[in-house]
């Protein structure tokens, strides 16, 4: 069994050496770079990972890049700002194996004292019920970390290249009749300021990105894979 684990990194010189460490003993790490300009690329291939630079600004643009570059059985994603502990990864991976479900998420339970800012959490709330009503989906958190099998996540045709690509996994992975499940996961404050959620602007630029992609029509049976 071969696991990698996608990190999508912009600036985040102070959280790899943390991030990076806590990814588990045997698995690959992939730091994509999205033109970073604190040396995050060097620093991340000194400490052993992979790296793959991406030039073309986005969440999803470094997601999908590293999903690309995998080999590997299964693939994971997790921020790379130290908000999460890569080494949790494993147990979501755990449900994937077994068969149990086809897409775990992490979901965030804040650990520290503004860990999860309000706006952050207000826009998670609304992105949720938004996914409930378009897949019947019960989740109660969007978060970044997840697993599945990388053959089927590339069978998703993911699309987005924005902040609405975490979001398209679930929606298509519902319409493909995944099974997906949550699994809770402590939230650290992160390191940095994020550059998606860091205020309520970005926040709710990220919900209106996310609502494009739940106007996304169920394909008919058939149409992908």
Request: proline residues 4%; contains cysteine.
């Amino acid at each position: 069994m071969s696991v990698d684990v996608v990190l999508p990194c912009l600036d985040e010189a102070e959280a790899l050496p943390w991030v990076l460490a806590r990814v588990p003993e045997r698995w690959r790490a992939i730091v994509v770079d999205n033109g970073s300009t604190d040396g995050s690329a060097a620093l991340a291939r000194g400490l052993g990972a992979t790296v793959v630079h991406e030039s073309r600004r986005g969440f999803g643009a470094a997601c999908h890049a590293g999903l690309l570059v995998s080999d590997a059985d299964f693939v994971c994603f997790c921020d790379c700002d130290a908000s999460l502990d890569p080494g949790l990864l494993a147990v979501l991976l755990d449900s994937v194996r077994d068969g149990s479900a086809d897409l775990v998420l992490g979901r965030r339970r804040p650990a520290e004292r503004g860990a999860w800012p309000l706006h952050a959490r207000a826009g998670n709330l609304a992105l949720s019920r938004m996914v409930r009503r378009r897949t019947g989906l019960r989740l109660r958190d969007l978060g970044p970390m997840r697993v599945a099998r990388r053959d089927e996540l590339l069978s998703l045709g993911l699309t987005d290249r924005r902040s609405g690509y975490p979001l398209q996994m679930v929606v298509r992975a519902a319409d493909a009749g995944w099974r997906v499940r949550e699994v809770d996961v402590p939230y650290l404050r992160r390191s940095g300021r994020s550059k998606v959620t860091g205020t309520w602007r970005g926040t709710w630029q990220a919900v209106r990105d996310m609502r494009r992609v739940l106007d996304e029509a169920a394909p008919v049976a058939g149409e992908r894979g």
